[in-house]
C-alpha cells in the first residue's frame, strides 16, 4: 500500500478518524483477499464498500454546516455498524479468522468513539 508524500493536506486529513478509518480500509481489502471467489460481489464487495464509505463520507462532510455535516456523520456511524455486521457474517462463514474479527471489532470500535466524539463537537457548534 503506498503512502501519500509531498502533499498539501486536506482540512479533513487530519482528523484521527479520517486516518483511522484508512487503517480500516486496508484492514479489510487484507482480510477480503481470502474470501471465496463467488463473493467477489457479494460480501466481499459490500465489507469494502461499506468501509469506504466511512472516509468517503468523512471527507465529503467536513468543513459543511454543522447540520450537513451530522448528517454525513450519521452514515458515517451506519457504514461502521454494516462493516459490524459483515465482518460477523464473514466470521461465522469461516471467511474470516478468530484474530481477524477480533481485530476488526476493535477497529470498529475505535472508529464508532471517534465519530461519537466528533459528533459531540459538532453538536456543541449548535449553541
Same mark, same amino acid.
Given at each position: 500500500?503506498?503512502?501519500?508524500t509531498g502533499y498539501? +493536506?486536506?482540512d479533513?486529513?487530519s482528523?484521527?478518524?479520517y486516518?483511522k ?5 486496508d484492514f479489510v ?5 481470502s474470501? +471465496?471467489?463467488?463473493e467477489?460481489f457479494g460480501?466481499s464487495?459490500?465489507i469494502?464498500? &461499506? &468501509?469506504?464509505?466511512?472516509a ?6 467536513y468543513g459543511?454546516?454543522v447540520l450537513?455535516?451530522? %448528517?454525513?456523520m450519521?452514515?458515517? %456511524?451506519?457504514s461502521?455498524?454494516e462493516?459490524?455486521?459483515?465482518s460477523?457474517v464473514?466470521?461465522r462463514?469461516?471467511?474470516?479468522t478468530?484474530e481477524?474479527y ?6 470498529l470500535t475505535?472508529l464508532?468513539?471517534? &465519530?461519537a466524539?466528533?459528533v459531540?463537537y459538532l ?5
Amino acid at each position: 500500500m503506498k503512502q501519500e508524500t509531498g502533499y498539501s +493536506p486536506f482540512d479533513f486529513e487530519s482528523l484521527e478518524l479520517y486516518k483511522k478509518s484508512l487503517e480500516y480500509i486496508d484492514f479489510v481489502y487484507d482480510i477480503t483477499n481470502s474470501f +471465496p471467489k463467488e463473493e467477489l460481489f457479494g460480501l466481499s464487495d459490500q465489507i469494502k464498500r &461499506a &468501509a469506504n464509505s466511512i472516509a468517503l463520507n468523512i471527507g465529503e462532510g467536513y468543513g459543511e454546516s454543522v447540520l450537513l455535516g451530522l %448528517r454525513y456523520m450519521r452514515i458515517v %456511524r451506519g457504514s461502521i455498524r454494516e462493516c459490524v455486521v459483515c465482518s460477523t457474517v464473514g466470521f461465522r462463514r469461516n471467511w474470516i479468522t478468530d484474530e481477524n474479527y477480533h481485530l476488526s471489532r476493535e477497529k470498529l470500535t475505535e472508529l464508532s468513539k471517534l &465519530a461519537a466524539g466528533y459528533v459531540k463537537y459538532l453538536k456543541s457548534k449548535l449553541k
